[in-house]
């Protein structure tokens, strides 16, 4: 698999299928793994960071954690490329920002992104479509045993796992689900939301993690604690809150249904229009017309267009994804020529 | 013709045809006219009101103004009726609301209509497509001069035509145009045409006269001054200052284009796909988004539509047309709901 044929389909997470995939968007299971001998990232001089990358990317190689496995080394790699994979959610921002030599390795349909050298020597991480965090969390702890079995994970009787970060030692483990919440931000009850979720000890992030609530109406739920409980308890944690979120988000829609149909209506429709035929369109109104129109796909008020298509939307309309796309950087205005000329060759049937 | 026939059809001035038919939409010249032996409307009594409709009545339909002929007897009709000939610009608001006998005689086409006890005991109306104010006078006159063989026009050798108000006596014409102005307004230049046209006594109003200035980006210039002066130069007097402004819109048009010319396009099409997909359309938003269409149709951004759609539903959507087409009142919510799905079903190809 090359970087090219990555890009050019769209990750698992994006199938717009799997349990409650109209409001859950994605489940996502991360582990921090640090390699006894070694120390932590920030405190490596150059030598030691490369030999951790190279021993680290062998085994995740050898291990075969995922087939087909595509290893990006970032310290190469084009920055264009880096801010693609930040899109995708395949790296964090400070992976694509840092200096020292680093990668990821990216299994078949973005399900698997192990990154090597971030904050922790790894960073092992499964999405899956839909509410399926169980699923994801089996997928994890198999290739967790698998690179525990060639690797010494840093390790304590008392403390845990050991992390560079003393928010991730224990377990390890950030739980997160993705949520597209539109109709809780309409009728005003989103405030209700953050609050009870904070009361559990649960953070509450945007699409792109802190700092980009706003963004599509799409919010993810995570856990903050990973230290006393087992990561099965983490899980379930923040399993067992969804459920209700994904109820109260129902009951939204509903409400709006039945309240204010035709008004409802209008903005499903008038997003579809806009989308369509935009000649410019700046990110952050794509984002919010495109939730809209998911909402009314999920609402059967549209037909015309699949869930999948309006997920996949949301990730190839990001700045990097256009300007990979165009084949070279572009202005700002340039960008959102071409975001809405993207949109609508995805949303006009071809002649 | 019945009534329910020519509001089926659309008239004469809408066909979007015509000299500089992108920028004017109709010429339209206006005689008043009063009968020696009646007292002005406002003396008369009950009965002096009728007597003086008959008679009117009666010549105008023997005299063949126009073939076919209709003659809407206002007292009598649906006062949804009237509200449609306002909205078709074939009565006048005045003549909408009086309440004594009173008529109009409709023309094929609606290019010709005669209102009988309006303000003044006759007032002749002809409207033409484009910019052709000297084919309009020329039937105008026509029809003046067949209806003078039979009725004694009150005429003062001094003072000419005698009419109800003093701004009309002498030549008792009224000339006027009706422009599309939408690229003087945003490129901020209307004002200095509004200056421009004050300086030669000529009036600027809106779609439906005085206080609808911004309604679709509608101009009407007309004359002032109808004493003093030949007909022929009332006439040449507004014609002579119409193709100045319609230079001026058509520059300020190709400077957007030249300068801005992808925002342009955005507003055009934006406009088109709102219109599309809308599924509650209030009134100004509409003829707001049908002005952009209108000069996207002009420039050829946009092919799918012609000039004569765009020109028929900024008055198929009017009010009392929509509760005209529904068959029964509606409500300000129902009418917006009505006016998406009438335009809608105008723009979309039918399954």
Redesign the interface.
Known sequence: MTFEEMIGSSGEWLRGTGPEAEIVISSRVRLARNIRGFRFITKMDTAERAACEELVQRQILDAKVAQPLLYVPLHKADPMDRKVLVERHLISKEHEDAQHQRGVAIGANEAVAVMVNEEDHIRLQVLQSGFQLQEAWRICTRIDDALEQRLDYAFSPQLGYLTACPTNVGTGLRVSVMLHLPALVLTRHIEKVFQAVAKINLAVRGLYGEGTEASGHFYQISNQVSLGRSEEEIVKNVEHVIPTIVRYEHNARQTLLAKDR??L??RV??A?????????LPSDEAMMLLSALRMGVHLGLLKDVSLRTVNELFILIQPAHLQKLTGRALEP?ERD?KR?EFVRSKLNPQP
């Open positions: 035709k008004r209506e209008d429709w008038r579809y229009g806009m989308l369509k035929y935009a000649q410019l205005m020529v809405a």
